[in-house]
C-alpha cells in the first residue's frame, strides 16, 4: 500500500440538494438557505491530500505551524449532545484551519501577495465544484452528524446549528473579501481579513469537543511524521508506523473523503 498524503488532491464533487441543511427559525433569525451534500470516492487508500488554500509550504517558504500545547485549543460548546461525529468528519476541516493560520502569516510579506491572490482564486474557482463548497460542505456535514440530546432544548439545538454555520460563513466571506483586498493592493484590508477569516474558523472549532480536536492534531502530525523522506507518500513500512487506531482512522478518511 502506498499512500500520497501531501500531493495536490483531486477535486472532490459536492452536490447541491433542497434538503440537506436546513434549520427552524428562532425569531427574526433566517434558515441557512446553502444546501451540500459531499459525494467522494476513494481507491485502495491511495490518499490524495486536497490542495490546501496554500497549496504547499514551498509556496510561501513557511510551514503549517500546529499547536504546540493544549491551552491553545478553544472550549467546545456547552450545549448536550450525544454523540459526537467521529474525528475522520473533522481531519480535513483541521488541514483547513492549519492552512488559514499559515495564510495569516503569508499575507504579512508584500512580495507574496500575488501568489496568495492566485491561490485564493483557484479557492473560489469551480462554482458548485470548488474548493471553497468542498470545505463549507464537510463543515456542514459535521454539523448535521451531531446527535443532541433527546432533552435538549429545539432552541438551544437551533442556536448551536446557526453558530456553526454562521462561522463557516464568515470564514468564506473573509477569504473572499481577502481576495478583493488583494487586487485593491489594501494593505490593511488584506491584514484585517486575514486575521478574521482566522478568528471565524476558530470560532467553529471552540464549538467541536476539546479531545476531538486532540485527535485529529495527533493523527495529522502522526502522518506527517511517518512520510520519514518527506516524499509526500506513505510506503507500507512507513504506514506501519502508526499506531493501530490510527491507521484505522486514515483508512477510513480516504474512504470519505479521498
Known amino acids: 500500500m502506498n499512500i500520497s498524503w501531501s500531493s495536490v488532491m483531486l477535486l472532490s464533487p459536492l452536490v447541491a440538494t433542497s434538503s440537506a441543511f436546513s434549520v427552524p427559525t428562532l425569531g427574526d433569525r433566517q434558515p441557512p438557505k446553502q444546501s451540500t451534500r459531499l459525494n467522494v470516492k476513494a481507491r485502495n487508500y491511495d490518499i490524495k491530500r486536497r490542495d490546501l488554500i496554500l497549496g504547499s509550504i514551498a509556496l510561501f517558504g513557511i510551514d503549517f505551524k500546529v499547536p504546540a500545547a493544549d491551552a491553545d485549543i478553544l472550549s467546545p460548546t456547552t450545549i448536550r449532545v450525544s454523540t459526537w461525529p467521529d474525528i475522520v468528519n473533522l481531519e480535513p476541516m483541521y488541514e483547513f484551519k492549519l492552512s488559514i493560520d499559515a495564510l495569516q502569516e503569508g499575507v504579512k510579506e508584500r512580495e507574496k501577495w500575488p501568489l496568495v491572490k492566485k491561490r485564493l482564486d483557484k ?6 465544484l470548488s474548493e471553497k463548497n468542498f470545505y463549507f460542505g464537510v463543515g456542514l456535514q459535521y454539523m448535521n452528524d451531531i446527535k443532541y440530546a433527546k432533552d435538549e432544548l429545539p432552541n438551544y439545538i437551533v442556536i448551536d446549528q446557526q453558530d ?30 486575514a486575521k478574521d477569516s482566522q478568528i471565524a474558523l476558530a470560532s467553529w472549532f471552540a464549538l467541536v469537543p476539546d479531545n476531538d480536536v486532540r485527535a485529529v492534531k495527533d493523527l495529522y502530525i502522526n502522518v506527517k511524521k511517518a512520510d520519514v523522506n518527506r516524499d509526500g507518500s506513505i510506503s507500507d513500512e512507513e504506514f506501519g508506523s502508526l499506531s493501530l487506531e490510527q491507521q484505522e482512522l486514515w483508512k477510513k478518511r480516504a474512504d470519505k473523503f479521498g
Open 123 to 128: 479557492f473560489f474557482k469551480g462554482a458548485i
Open 164 to 193: 456553526r454555520y454562521d462561522a463557516l460563513e464568515r470564514t468564506m466571506k473573509n477569504l473572499d473579501n481577502l481576495k478583493n483586498a488583494l487586487v485593491a493592493e489594501d494593505a490593511q484590508a488584506i491584514e484585517d481579513y
